[in-house]
């Protein structure tokens, strides 16, 4: 492995302060939800505020490698809260919502996923010049290098596509059925997120915080637009309110 001090460092602050602007977002929305939970309750909106919050923590992880330079924790801090968990936590409040008499269920599958995620991110080593390499071009070091094909890597499929399908299904579904284009903007928003990636594995790093951020200002706009209380008769509103 290569050190760090062989490569320039180069350092991006525009997509760095993007990445923060995302966070603020992220964190806000993370509120909201944490609010509703306290007034209302519903596990959906407790697994979404903590996913949402996880987003937050992603995006400044994001933002100061951007700006300052990447780190093994602050990387892994970044893969754990903005790769692995915030997408299945998201999928866990969708099983609420779905399916809410299973709820000691889901919260099992949410911890069994959390506890896989640390374990992987934990146990597996960072490759100090996947890190370094990123830092001289400005970019986010690819999953897959940094973590050389280890269990922290391998487990990136199974929870975050798994959890996207999960999501982008019954949120569509949900939309249709209660005919609130809100929340088809949620799921426009989780599959902009989720297109980040690709921007990773195309060499546009820069965008990725870009991205990221529409993202979820897409989710929040339309979590809010399913939030405002419906004109259709209250037996149509009972079931929209799942939203």
């Avoid at 975050?160 to 019954?170: D, E, K, P, R």
Wanted: hydrophobic content about 55%; charged content about 10%.
């Amino acid at each position: 492995m290569g050190g760090r001090g062989q490569y320039p460092r180069r350092t991006m602050i525009l997509p760095a302060t993007v990445a923060f602007v995302g966070a603020v977002v992220a964190g806000a929305f993370a509120a909201q939800l944490a609010a509703q939970f306290r007034a209302r309750r519903r596990p959906h909106a407790l697994a979404w505020a903590l996913s949402l919050a996880l987003y937050a923590v992603g995006m400044v992880a994001l933002a100061a490698g951007f700006a300052l330079a990447w780190t093994p924790a602050g990387f892994g801090v970044y893969w754990l809260a903005g790769a692995l968990l915030n997408v299945p936590l998201l999928a866990v409040g969708q099983l609420h919502l779905l399916w809410p008499d299973k709820t000691p269920i889901w919260w099992t599958l949410a911890g069994l996923a959390t506890i896989w995620a640390l374990v992987a991110v934990v146990t597996t080593p960072v490759d100090a010049s996947a890190l370094a390499a990123a830092d001289a071009t400005g970019g986010i070091p690819l999953g897959g290098e940094a973590y050389g094909g280890g269990l922290a890597w391998t487990v990136l499929r199974p929870l975050t596509f798994g959890g996207a399908v999960v999501v982008l299904a019954g949120t569509i579904w949900s939309g249709v059925r209660t005919r609130r284009p809100g929340i088809l903007l949620i799921s426009l928003g989780v599959a902009f997120a989720a297109s980040s990636s690709a921007f990773v594995r195309a060499g546009y790093d820069e965008l990725v915080a870009v991205v990221l951020t529409l993202g979820v200002a897409i989710m929040y706009a339309g979590f809010r637009s399913a939030s405002k209380p419906s004109r259709r008769p209250s037996s149509d509103r009972t079931q929209a309110s799942s939203a």
